[in-house]
């Protein structure tokens, strides 16, 4: 059989170029090949975009929270955009601080608690952007974590996490070299320590450390709940895909009530909470912590926390 050729111009050749790139793009989003987006968040986590000159994520407070409290599942896959958050924390989101700081501290020394173990002295203001530039925004966003640690890989997780002996609860060990990679550790007594003071700047996920860098620096507040994981039998070797469920104590949970108050008092407004996953989300290799967080015994916690230290 004759072979034909098509002879082009310069011109169509340009636009066959063209042509052909506008397939490849079109097939890679309706395929969702892995990995690919057209900007550093997918589709599906845009409305959590972070707008740098204003340092804050888009919409208001509230709306912030519902995008940033997103349930976070197994290899980060995120739920959808919250329709409601639990009454305490949709009343009072980016609202004034109401609780005076001399019923904190009264509370505080009623249950013998140390402020150096919640972040810092009361009386100091929280870190601001930018490594603590004066003249930038204060802290506003207080980011929940899982340590994922340890992994106890095909094996099932030992009966006394929630317990003293349990070595993972010993705090000192959080304290101290590589694990000291937030401003506070919660252990599953509901014990508390701080590695950096609240008013200390500092970075803990891939938003911070790769895209916004120095300008996010002492922008966000990082709480750690200790929880270890196991692996999933059907994926990766040697991942981390599996928690404990309920992944978090109801001591630790209120410990991180605690924790938020006292950061918000700090502000003089109600800090916005945010997963980990979700403030990474669309990133590579972002985390999927923290895992089976309760919001609404969370929001539960507060509430009791709020009308216990107004009725000291």
């Known amino acids: ?55 804050r994520f888009i919409g208001n407070p509230v709306e912030q929270a519902k995008c940033l409290l997103r349930p976070v599942r197994p290899y980060g896959n995120l739920g959808d955009k919250l ?3 639990p009454e305490v924390l949709e009343k009072n989101i980016g609202q004034p601080f109401h609780l005076s700081r001399s019923q904190i501290e009264k509370y505080l020394r009623q249950k013998s608690i140390q402020m150096s173990d919640i972040g810092g ?17 204060a802290a506003g966003y207080l980011v929940i974590h899982d340590t994922s640690t340890p992994n106890y890989q095909y094996e099932a997780f030992p009966e006394n996490i929630n317990a003293p002996d349990w070595k993972y609860n010993d705090l000192q060990s959080w304290k101290q070299g590589n694990q000291s990679k937030a401003h506070i550790f919660i252990n599953r007594l509901g014990e508390s320590v701080t590695t950096f003071d609240f008013k200390d700047a500092w970075r803990a996920t891939k938003l911070e450390v790769q895209i916004l860098r ?39 949970l209120k410990r991180l009530a605690l924790i938020y108050l006292v950061a918000s008092l700090r502000r003089g407004e109600w800090l916005i909470p945010a997963y980990h996953a979700v403030v ?20 539960n916690l507060l509430e009791d926390l709020i009308g216990e230290i107004q009725n000291l």
């Open 1 to 55: 059989m004759k072979k034909t050729f098509t002879k082009f111009s310069a011109g169509n050749e340009i636009l066959a170029i063209c042509y052909c790139l506008y397939l490849t793009l079109l097939i890679l989003l309706v395929c969702q090949v892995p990995g690919f987006s057209f900007s550093m968040y997918s589709e599906v986590d845009s409305s959590c975009q972070f707008v740098d000159t204003l340092y």
């Open 83 to 85: 329709e409601m958050l």
């Open 121 to 137: 002295p009361l009386s100091q203001p929280l870190s601001r952007a930018n490594d603590n530039n004066e003249k930038s925004a």
């Open 214 to 252: 120095i300008k996010s620096k002492g922008l966000f507040l990082h709480v750690e709940l200790i929880q270890p994981r196991r692996s999933d039998p059907s994926g990766p070797n040697g991942n981390d895909a599996i928690a404990p469920d309920p992944g978090f104590t109801s001591p630790q």
């Open 280 to 299: 990474d989300a669309g990133i590579p290799g972002a985390h999927d912590d923290p895992q089976h967080f309760d919001l609404i015994q969370w929001g």
